[in-house]
């Protein structure tokens, strides 16, 4: 029996072999092909260069600039134009070129890594396809390479086994007959490993690929997305395509991967800039930017929710994440932070605007000199003068308007007064200069000159003012976000939120005094930024199309519904998890019921990913039981150690054993992050472990760049970043207590990919006690 089975493997062993030997020829082939391809774009490159120069060379030589006639001014016009108009379409032909160019280079090195073998229903005959990076033809038609997002490359993710797989075209569904699905491991050209997928050896390069160590940058899966991944990349349907996923499931890498499919699907309708993704902190950023590149497409906007409300208020001081994460919240506040996130809120903005159409609203003197010039009485009694049919924009605008107009009556009425003249007699020759500026000075009589110099003058003096009422420095947005929190109780039930009106108006103080202080607590800022919106009728940014939102169990729906309206034309895709809300809690549980109010129902897409992919099996049997509902969650079978749990009666019992940890992955090359819980907590332990010669790097701000080699970081900041080991610091009763702590708890154990160390001195966290005992190892000392 046992050499029956030998000599299977043996027998297959050399098929493998020579089938690898084959396949190496195409793809030296290819190769070669893609050579030539190289050479030839590069001369084209160089010579669209030369081109460009010799339109640049000819434009300084050959124009001459004629502006003594209007008849030489136009010429020397279009014949700018003309000139711009060339070197425009060079330089767009020189960055197409280049871009194919950077492909082509892809190519060479890694022409493909995947071949799938079918029969297309009704066609009769089989046909062989290789699947790369990016299409490469040798001829029209003839494809040497297909690119991973052409519809026919669907059916080698869309996975299984083989036989009879449909994949979706532009014009409809397609059904195939799958034969053969290969799939090569390749360096440099050169094929390492091929593997035919069947039922046996599924998912051998996903194993290979995922054993392999963390970097500071997050890498493409193109060559092993799976099924459930790949219905979220290729989806074109949904206005709002929402993915709940477990932890390390591949939300974020799916949502990359979808990027430049919709970039190569809608190409030349869609550009990265019409693509913004929100990710959790500007680290995350830092992280995740390699991976459009490495696709051969270029990033989107990237930013962060704070970064994107923060630009819009320089002169306030908005809570940032740490203080967000690290502040004690009271019991009323907390009742109080659940009513300003709701969506009821946001009705409640919504209609206190709608209010604000026939009255309510607040302004400010408009002064110069320290004299009031326009009183706020005369300025809202203009507002409120135009008809009902004029909203909140129309009524800014035409204020506006009749302000300035005011302004001109009376720069008028100055000008010609005698003050003025006066004034204006005074003058040097130099400040007369500036008065009459570009003006040719051929006035009809000395009255008309002396009038256009008051003017000039009265003008001149008014500008700040004219300045203030163009900027719009008569409306009171302090005033009047403090108006609208005074109305909230007549626009919302607060008993649905278990609050009083009394508890309110402790609320409304508290917002007062912030505002007197220049700060702005996270969950005002939204709500304050949509009212000046509303007052100031900016619209939307229409030109957005795509808006991903990632970590979206940490947004509150009056974020989300504030982001629809600022992105009206744009589809979103929403990805998180549910179970690591580390800043909006329990809310995060109601979020789906809210978004589904939110976008039409029939244009809703809800996808689960509940196989976790980054963590060995063992670590993804532990941290999921961490979770009430962690039942759903699947680990990819991935064999590791067992998490380890040591304990001590002190801190400084433990640091010997943090230390011998850190030194035993370096010893296995696996690059550790330490995660506290607070900044002050990491701080400390840094000390402790430099004073032991340990060389870590401190994260402290989102800002930083993350560092190769050990790091400590707060778990605010950990957030969708994985590492080849963990060592949770500090896993105590006090750090971590409440079932809220719980979804903080699974983040950071999480963001382990081979091994977890935690580590406790004092009482264990209670939310360790529903794990089963025999899912780790416990180290007393
Ligand atoms: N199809 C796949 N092929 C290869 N690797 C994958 C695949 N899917 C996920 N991974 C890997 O699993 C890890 C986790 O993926 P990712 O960070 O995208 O998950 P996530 O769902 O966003 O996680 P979290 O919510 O915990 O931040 C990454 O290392 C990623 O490369």
Redesign the pocket.
């Known amino acids: 029996m046992l050499q029956l089975f030998t000599e299977k493997f043996v027998r297959e062993g050399v098929w493998m072999a020579s089938i690898k030997e084959q396949e190496q020829a195409r793809m030296d082939m290819v190769v070669t092909k893609v050579k030539e391809a190289i050479a030839k774009d590069q001369a084209n490159l160089a010579s669209v260069e030369a081109d460009k120069k010799a339109i640049q060379a000819d434009f300084s030589n050959n124009v001459r600039i004629k502006t003594s006639t209007y008849s030489g001014m136009m010429e020397t016009a279009l014949t700018v134009r003309q000139q711009q108009q060339l070197l425009q379409e060079r330089e767009n032909n020189m960055q197409q070129a280049s871009r194919r160019l950077e492909i082509l280079e892809k190519l060479e090195k890694k022409p493909y890594f995947a071949r799938i073998d079918f029969e297309e229903e009704g066609e009769g005959k089989e046909e062989k396809i290789y699947i790369g990076l990016g299409s490469f033809t040798d001829g029209p038609d003839k494809f040497l390479i297909y690119d991973w997002r052409a519809p026919i490359s669907s059916i080698y993710y869309d996975g299984g086994g083989l036989g009879e797989v449909s994949y979706q075209t532009p014009d409809g569904e397609r059904k195939v007959d799958l034969r053969l699905k290969r799939q090569f491991m390749v360096e440099d050209g050169k094929i390492k490993v091929v593997f035919d997928t069947d039922e046996t050896v599924g998912d051998q390069m996903?194993l290979e690929?995922?054993d392999e160590n963390s970097d500071t940058k997050?890498?493409s899966?193109v060559t092993?997305?799976?099924r459930e991944?790949n219905k979220i990349i290729r989806d074109t349907s949904s206005d709002l395509l929402f993915v709940q996923?477990?932890?390390?499931?591949?939300?974020?890498?799916?949502v990359l991967q979808r990027v430049a499919f919709l970039l190569y699907r809608y190409r030349g309708k869609l550009t990265s800039s019409q693509v913004i993704l929100f990710s959790p902190n500007q680290l995350f950023n830092d992280y995740i930017d390699q991976v459009l590149p490495e696709l051969g497409e270029q990033n989107m906007v990237q930013l962060t929710y704070y970064q994107h409300v923060k630009r819009r208020l320089p002169k306030l001081h908005v809570e940032t994440l740490q203080e967000r994460f690290e502040e004690d919240q009271a019991p009323l506040k907390q009742k109080v932070k659940r009513l300003k996130d709701s969506l009821d809120f946001f009705k409640a903005s919504k209609a206190y605007g709608a209010y604000l159409e026939r009255k309510g609203m607040r302004f400010k003197d408009l002064r110069l000199g320290g004299e009031v010039f326009f009183s706020k009485a005369h300025i809202k009694q203009i507002y409120y003068s135009f008809n009902e049919n004029y909203h909140l924009r129309n009524r800014l605008e035409a204020t506006k308007e009749r302000l300035v107009k005011e302004l001109n009556g009376q720069i008028n009425r100055y000008a010609k007064s005698d003050q003025v003249q006066k004034a204006i007699q005074d003058l040097s020759q130099e400040q007369l200069n500036a008065l009459y500026g570009d003006h040719p000075r051929n006035f009809a009589n000395g009255e008309k000159e002396l009038n256009f110099l008051g003017r000039q003058y009265v003008m001149h003096a008014f500008k700040p003012l004219h300045q203030a009422i163009i900027k719009n420095h008569f409306l009171s947005i302090n005033g009047q976000y403090v108006h609208f929190l005074k109305s909230v109780p007549a626009l919302v039930d607060l008993a649905k939120y278990d609050l009083t009106k009394e508890e309110w108006q402790l609320e409304l103080a508290q917002v007062v005094a912030d505002l007197k202080a220049k700060k702005l607590a996270l969950s005002d800022v939204t709500a304050y930024l949509f009212l000046y919106d509303q007052i100031s009728g900016k619209r939307g940014q229409t030109d957005i199309k795509q808006v991903f939102i990632d970590?979206i169990q940490d947004y509150t729906a009056y974020q989300l519904a504030y982001l629809k309206e600022e992105f009206p034309r744009a589809k979103f895709t929403m990805?998180g998890?549910l179970n690591?809300a580390i800043f909006t809690h329990e809310n995060s549980h109601s979020l789906l019921k809210e978004l589904g109010t939110m976008f039409p129902q029939d244009k809703t897409k809800v996808v689960q990913?509940t196989k976790s992919?980054?963590s060995t099996q063992q670590i993804t049997d532990f941290t999921k039981e961490i979770l009430l509902h962690g039942e759903a969650v699947t680990a990819f079978e991935r064999a590791g150690e067992k998490p380890r749990l040591t304990t001590a009666k002190t801190e400084a019992d433990l640091i010997a054993d943090v230390v011998a940890r850190l030194k035993q992955n370096q010893a296995d090359s696996l690059t550790t992050a330490v995660i506290g819980k607070s900044l002050a907590e990491c701080e400390a332990l840094t000390q402790a472990l430099r004073a032991e010669g340990q060389a870590v790097t401190l994260i402290k701000t989102e800002n930083q760049r993350l560092a190769a080699g050990t790091i400590v970081v707060p778990a605010y900041l950990a957030?969708?970043l994985?590492f080849d080991a963990v060592i949770m610091w500090q896993a105590n009763a006090k750090n971590y207590h409440a079932d809220s702590d719980r979804q903080l708890v699974y983040t950071i154990c999480?963001r382990a990919?081979h091994r977890l160390d935690i580590f406790v001195s004092g009482q264990v966290t209670p939310l360790f006690d529903r794990i089963d005992p025999k899912l780790y190892e416990l180290i007393t000392k």
């Open positions: 996903l690929v995922l997050m890498k899966i092993t997305i799976q991944q996923g477990a932890a390390g499931s591949g939300k974020t890498s799916a970590e990805l998890d690591q990913l992919y980054r957030k969708g994985e999480s990919m």
